[in-house]
Nanobody, 116 residues
Framework: QVQLVESGGGLVHPGGSLRLSCAAS????????IYWYRQAPGKQRELVAE???????SYADSVKGRFTISRDNAKNTVYLQMNSLKPEDTAVYYC??????????WGQGTQVTVSS
């Protein structure tokens, strides 16, 4: 199993930046990809960004050019750098991993609030 812990959320003004972290432990060799999702109040959880085991990345159209997903293999951590934040980016952000058996368990997430 893989355990993931999100951190780095907070309150930021529109136009500001935050960097979220997703620290991984456990059977990391099974991981095929790491995803960042978000869920705003009253809305479905949506995929924001992903990074494959080979390093390929992809993004939701709503965050392209503003968010960057990256990883530090030495620290077993995946990051989500979020720039030019907008009020509509307000949500709980979750990371999750995919292996041959599918998505892992959901963690607590980290709250991001963009407000003036």
């Amino acid at each position: 199993q893989v355990q993931l812990v999100e951190s780095g959320g907070g309150l930021v003004h529109p136009g500001g930046s935050l960097r979220l972290s997703c620290a991984a432990s456990g059977r990391l060799f099974n991981i095929q990809a790491i995803y960042w999702y978000r869920q705003a109040p009253g809305k479905q959880r949506e995929l924001v960004a992903e990074i494959s085991s080979g390093g390929s990345t992809s993004y939701a159209d709503s965050v392209k050019g503003r968010f960057t997903i990256s990883r530090d293999n030495a620290k077993n951590t995946v990051y989500l750098q979020m720039n030019s934040l907008k009020p509509e980016d307000t949500a709980v952000y979750y990371c999750n991993s995919e292996s041959a058996s599918g998505l892992g368990s959901w963690g607590q997430g980290t709250q991001v609030t963009v407000s003036s």
